[in-house]
Nanobody, 121 residues
Framework: QVQLVQSGGGLVQTGGSLRLSCAAS????????MGWYRQAPGKQRELVAG???????NYADFVKGRFTISRDNAKNTAYLQMSSLKPEDTAVYYC???????????????WGQGTQVTVSS
């Protein structure tokens, strides 16, 4: 069993910053990609940023230059540093990880519990 526990988030004014964390624990053999998604009311969940086990990153166009994804492999933790926040960034943010639980390397996807980010205008 693998758990992803998120922390951070909250209410911030336009232009402010927040940092999200996502810590994985449980029966982890290895973690491949990790990512952050968000879902605004009435909209589909969308990818915000992803990071591979070697540290390669990719970002959605709407956060490039404002958000930074990182990870600490020793702590099985991913982070999302969000800066220059806009009201349209308001959403529930979810972390995701592709985890192998044994030596077979077969990956399964896991989700965090979600955390609300609200940006006031």
């Amino acid at each position: 069993q693998v758990q992803l526990v998120q922390s951070g988030g909250g209410l911030v004014q336009t232009g402010g910053s927040l940092r999200l964390s996502c810590a994985a624990s449980g029966s982890i053999f290895s973690i491949n990609g990790m990512g952050w998604y968000r879902q605004a009311p009435g909209k589909q969940r969308e990818l915000v940023a992803g990071i591979t086990s070697s540290g390669s990153t990719n970002y959605a166009d709407f956060v490039k230059g404002r958000f930074t994804i990182s990870r600490d492999n020793a702590k099985n933790t991913a982070y999302l540093q969000m800066s220059s926040l806009k009201p349209e960034d308001t959403a529930v943010y979810y972390c995701n990880a592709a985890v192998a639980t044994d030596y077979s390397g077969r990956l399964s996807g896991y989700w965090g519990q979600g955390t609300q980010v609200t940006v006031s205008s």
